[in-house]
């Protein structure tokens, strides 16, 4: 039976960088889920004779929260919601079942990289028809009917066994149970090319996938075990977890320091890569040597035709405002067009639409393509594997190739978490006052070239994003890029990004660090960092 409840707005609802972010006992609290779920159907018009996609990371509260959905969904008359067993389904995997089933759109239960469990952080993220995150226009409608929302209609039913493949329905609504990994193997393998990597497994190649007790398990057991014949032993925390075993499911050096220890090591297998928490993030390790996501993408792009799936060419490519200029080099050597977006997934959407750009990625551990509308760890996995596959060479190997061919962005992150709000508020705005007075003033060895507060315009839709970052580049060929992240659930997470080329053949070999000493030392300097933030360095340093 459909009941409507009273509610009232609830102020906070406003989704940030990648949906509705909170800590799990904001989530529990009474309405707070029920009031932002009906916030998204008043927002994107009703859900009536929809079809929709329902799954999450398994995270603490996930399953509470897909019972809530579904009867929410039910009661506003949705035609269909497609939702993973047991109300799992990575954030990849759900995005390509939106396509695949034509869906209007989907809810991803997840906070990602973040830590879960009842002292943890959950999430809810709304995607559109096209697979993607949904943009700018349809979250600020969602949270003007958040605003203003007086009710909410749910059913009063039991919960439903999602422990069963199948359809049963729900008032007037279907709910299909899907397996959450058979498709999104099934697309894998149309994209690369799995003979040559089994081959290659087959002849002695080791690999290591670290999934981090978070969703991407199950699904790595089928790519990377079943279907190309690597070892259960290949496989790390493949068990998802509520709280993700008390970890951080962040794939960088510093969550994912387990795996980095291994493959630092001198018997170290050839190949080590770990995922995040809803399993579209990525890291790539190779025998003692790391690869960052900034030059992981451009290697990708280098390489991607030995990909059946891109043996066609690239129409273009894409990459994050703070992500390294690496993927430019690639670019400009191959002719591709070369976009530059703010940070966040959703922006890549319409470029991958209008079939203005095949691969995309950010710094912080994201890449994709077109073959959905997120981005994607285990692809990242897997391509690189069709390439080394391909290739026959270390990763190492083909990273100082890469260096030699196109030069080397020296990178870096560092990232001040949990700083007063208003000592970062100040900084940021304290400088962003002083842009259009910084070229020319030297700090320390670097002289500022440009300064500027980064805005986009979409050039498919027209839509200009604006206050996206603080970015000053250097006459030197350094670059500073300061912005505050819209993710976190308390207090506010300062970035730091830092780049530096050297175009090779000296010099390609630096520790990082050392190499960005200069960039690290102007950005204190310009910014008064340490003092304003009561910080002595970063937390931490990717
Ligand atoms: C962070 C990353 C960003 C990514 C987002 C969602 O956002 O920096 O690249 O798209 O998580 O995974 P931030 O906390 O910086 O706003
Ligand atoms: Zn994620």
């Known amino acids: 039976m459909i009941v409507t409840k009273t509610t009232r707005p609830i102020a906070d609802q406003k989704p940030g960088t990648s949906g509705l972010r909170k800590t799990t006992s904001v989530f529990q609290q009474p309405r707070y889920l029920e009031n932002f779920v009906q916030s998204i159907w008043n927002g994107i018009g009703g859900i009536q004779g929809k079809t929709l996609v329902l799954g999450g990371d398994g995270r603490y509260f996930c399953q509470e929260a897909a019972q809530i959905i579904l009867k929410m969904a039910a009661a506003s008359g949705a035609r269909k919601?497609?939702?993973?067993?047991?109300?799992?389904?990575?954030?990849?995997?759900?995005?390509?079942?939106?396509?695949?089933?034509?869906?209007?759109?989907?809810?991803?239960?997840?906070?990602?990289?973040?830590?879960?469990?009842?002292?943890?952080?959950?999430?809810?993220?709304?995607?559109?028809?096209?697979?993607?995150?949904?943009?700018?226009?349809?979250?600020?409608?969602?949270?003007?009917?958040?605003?203003?929302?007086?009710?909410?209609?749910?059913?009063?039913?039991?919960?439903?066994?999602?422990?069963?493949?199948?359809?049963?329905?729900?008032?007037?609504?279907?709910?299909?149970?899907?397996?959450?990994?058979?498709?999104?193997?099934?697309?894998?393998?149309?994209?690369?090319?799995?003979?040559?990597?089994?081959?290659?497994?087959?002849?002695?190649?080791?690999?290591?996938?670290?999934?981090?007790?978070?969703?991407?398990?199950?699904?790595?057991?089928?790519?990377?075990?079943?279907?190309?014949?690597?070892?259960?032993?290949?496989?790390?925390?493949?068990?998802?977890?509520?709280?993700f075993g008390g970890g951080h499911p962040d794939p960088n050096p510093v969550w994912a320091h387990d795996l980095m220890e291994t493959m630092m090591r001198a018997d170290a297998p050839d190949f080590g890569a770990a995922s995040d928490g809803d399993g579209d993030r990525n890291m790539i390790v190779g025998r003692g040597i790391y690869v960052t996501p900034s030059d992981s993408l451009a290697v990708i792009a280098a390489n991607a035709q030995l990909a059946p799936g891109y043996a066609d060419g690239l129409a273009g490519v894409a990459r994050s405002m703070p992500s390294s200029a690496a993927l430019d080099r690639v670019a400009a050597a191959r002719g591709l067009e070369c976009h530059v977006t703010p940070t966040g997934w959703k922006f890549f959407g319409n470029l991958l639409d209008a079939g203005r750009a095949t691969l995309c990625g950010e710094e912080s551990a994201g890449t994709g393509s077109d073959h959905i509308r997120e981005k994607d760890g285990l692809w990242a996995v897997v391509m690189w594997l069709n390439i080394l596959a391909r290739r026959r060479m270390s990763v190492a190997d083909v990273m100082a190739a890469h260096w030699r061919e196109f030069g080397r962005n020296y990178y870096s992150r560092h990232d001040y978490e949990n700083v007063a709000t208003d000592a970062a508020n100040g900084l940021i705005t304290d400088l962003r006052a002083r842009l259009d007075k910084l070229a020319g003033e030297t700090h320390g060895a670097l002289t500022v070239a440009t300064a500027e507060d980064f805005s986009y315009a979409d050039p498919v839709d027209g839509s200009v994003t604006r206050n996206q970052g603080l970015q000053i580049t250097f006459a030197e060929g350094a670059r500073l890029v300061l912005r505050l992240s819209g993710t976190g659930t308390s207090g506010a997470t300062l970035r730091v990004y830092m780049d530096c080329f050297v175009p090779g053949p000296e010099g390609l070999d630096r520790d990082p660090q050392q190499a960005l000493a200069d960039v690290i030392l102007a950005c204190d300097r310009l910014t008064g960092m340490k003092d304003r933030l009561g910080r002595d360095g970063p937390d931490v340093v990717t």
């Open 81 to 243: 919601v497609i939702v993973g067993e047991s109300g799992l389904l990575s954030t990849p995997a759900a995005s390509h079942l939106i396509r695949l089933h034509g869906a209007d759109g989907g809810i991803i239960l997840s906070a990602s990289h973040n830590p879960g469990g009842i002292d943890g952080d959950f999430g809810v993220k709304f995607n559109t028809a096209n697979g993607g995150p949904a943009p700018e226009s349809v979250t600020d409608a969602i949270f003007r009917a958040s605003e203003t929302l007086s009710e909410y209609q749910t059913l009063n039913t039991p919960d439903l066994d999602l422990g069963a493949l199948g359809t049963v329905m729900l008032a007037q609504t279907e709910i299909v149970v899907v397996d959450p990994v058979a498709d999104y193997a099934a697309l894998m393998e149309s994209l690369f090319d799995f003979d040559a990597i089994a081959a290659l497994i087959a002849g002695g190649f080791r690999l290591c996938f670290d999934a981090m007790h978070a969703v991407t398990g199950p699904y790595a057991r089928e790519i990377l075990v079943r279907r190309l014949g690597a070892p259960e032993t290949a496989l790390r925390n493949a068990t998802p977890l509520p709280d």
